[in-house]
């Protein structure tokens, strides 16, 4: 069955930092981009990052360069989403999402195929 | 790029025909999906390319469009299919989503 389990979710206070996880399951791990895509309370979707195959491409939203990183292990079949400076305009449920993709008239093009069960993320003082 | 659903909120009963639509800015070609989230659940994809059906979604559920004009019909809605739809095109970076439709009882 695929799978990914996110965790490190928690209470942080404005300016702090947490990490998150995800642990992937039942596919072949390396063989995917992965992203993250949050929801604020009651609001709808956003991307917030993405990395590729073997780590050495990653892209955010504007809103979150320069205070986000991601990064994975391949070994550890996970994908991990550090935050730095936090805001409360950050707080969100926080999914991973697996990034299927296909290629057409020369360029590859990706949608989120398998979604976590989310980690909540809570910013305030 | 700006992406426009509609309407808001969609009152239909059991067995009715649903019809949402998402409108983009500009082109996006044929470069949309459609997620479903239930109450309290995580998002689900239905309908990527526009029209193709991921796994394992019944066929109740059929995509269509391209360019900035897309639709999402569900032929008969049953009780497992109240829930928030959103649409997203992926032909651009950054990847944006609607707002979300909300079907409801």
């Known amino acids: 069955e695929v799978q990914l389990v996110e965790s490190g979710g928690g209470l942080v206070q404005p300016g702090g930092s947490l990490r998150l996880s995800c642990a992937a399951s039942?596919?072949?791990?390396?063989?995917?981009?992965m992203s993250w895509v949050r929801q604020a309370p009651g609001r709808g979707l956003e991307w917030v990052a993405n990395?590729?195959?073997?780590?050495?491409?990653?892209y955010f939203v504007d809103s979150v360069k320069g205070r986000f990183t991601i990064s994975r292990d391949n070994v550890q079949n996970s994908v991990y989403l550090q935050m730095d400076s936090l805001r409360g305009e950050d707080t969100a449920v926080y999914y991973c999402?697996?990034?299927?993709?296909?290629?057409?008239?020369?360029?590859?093009?990706?949608?989120?195929?398998?979604w976590g069960q989310g980690a909540l993320v809570t910013v305030s003082s | 790029v700006e992406m426009t659903q509609s309407p808001a909120t969609l009152s239909v009963s059991p067995g009715q025909r649903a019809t949402l639509s998402c409108r983009a800015s500009?082109?996006?070609?044929?470069?949309l999906a459609w997620y479903q989230q239930r109450p309290g659940q995580t998002p689900r994809l239905l309908i990527y390319?526009?029209?193709n059906r991921a796994t394992g979604i019944p066929a109740r559920f059929t995509g269509s469009g391209s360019g900035t004009e897309f639709t999402l019909t569900i032929s008969s809605l049953q009780s497992e299919d109240f829930a928030v739809y959103y649409c997203?095109?992926?032909?651009?970076?950054?990847?944006?989503f609607g707002q979300g439709t909300k079907v409801e009882i």
């Open positions: 039942g596919f072949t791990f390396n063989n995917h981009w």
């Open positions: 500009q082109s996006v070609s044929s470069n």
């Open positions: 999402a697996r990034d299927q993709h296909y290629y057409e008239s020369g360029n590859y093009y990706y949608y989120f195929d398998v």
């Open positions: 990395i590729n195959q073997d780590g050495s491409g990653t």
């Open positions: 390319g526009a029209s």
């Open positions: 997203q095109q992926y032909n651009y970076w950054p990847r944006t």
